[in-house]
């Protein structure tokens, strides 16, 4: 997943806001004020995409955005770590840095740097099955992740996600998963062969309500 080198980059971006932090108040107010408010709307674009499961279809665009939203958000805790009193502002603005580095937010980060990143598929109707591999860290166990995004007529440079579900390399040929919707009933089926010696798994699940922004 890239982890190193997604966590060096990380730490090389905070160093860069670190010096940053010296400079601010010699930078000219316009740059200041331009730095302060593009910071903000790159860290406010992620939080609506989390809350709202939209994403854009390329999963590239996808990745960059979750890097200039992390950069958005260390600007903006130079500027309020500049705050008076800077005796208190400082030390929290720190603490808010700290889950930068957590593995939720790292794992989305390091795709990034996947030289094969995952690509979405056609799997009926307005629909899209994006295929991902996973390993849980310190158990050994992988497996392919299945995500099912709506991808409305009207704008097709984005997406949402409806659905998804997981398969273990335990308990089936993973790698060779797949998804099929049905637009008809509203559902999706999840399919993964069984490895010798093993039944395939099938799960039928609903698909999310259809929103207002999902009609067409």
Not at 141 to 146: A, P, Q, R, S, V
Not at 151 to 161: E, G, K, T, V
Request: hydrophobic share 50%.
């Amino acid at each position: 997943m890239n982890i190193p080198t997604t966590f060096a980059v990380l730490l090389l971006l905070t160093a860069a806001m670190v010096v940053l932090r010296f400079f601010w108040w010699r930078l000219p107010e316009r740059i200041q004020s331009w730095l302060l408010v593009c910071g903000a709307a790159f860290a406010l674009l992620r939080v609506v995409f989390v809350l709202t499961q939209w994403s854009t279809t390329s999963v590239r665009v996808n990745n960059v955005l979750d890097w200039l939203s992390v950069a958005g958000l260390e600007v903006v805790l130079v500027r309020f770590s500049l705050m008076r009193p800077q005796w208190l502002t400082a030390p929290c603005a720190l603490v808010l840095l700290t889950p930068l580095f957590g593995s939720s937010l790292l794992m989305p980060l390091a795709e990034l740097f996947n030289p094969n990143p995952a690509k979405a598929t056609a799997i009926g109707g307005n629909y899209l099955c994006e295929k991902t591999p996973w390993q849980s860290w310190g158990h050994g166990n992988t497996g392919y992740d299945l995500v099912i995004f709506y991808r409305p007529q009207y704008a097709p440079f984005l997406r949402r996600m409806v659905q998804r579900f997981a398969f273990n390399t335990v308990e089936c040929d993973a790698a060779g998963s797949f998804a099929a919707a049905n637009p008809a009933d509203r559902t999706v089926r999840f399919h993964c062969p069984g490895n010798p010696g093993q039944e395939a798994i099938d799960r039928i699940l609903p698909i999310q309500p259809k929103t207002k922004s999902q009609l067409k």
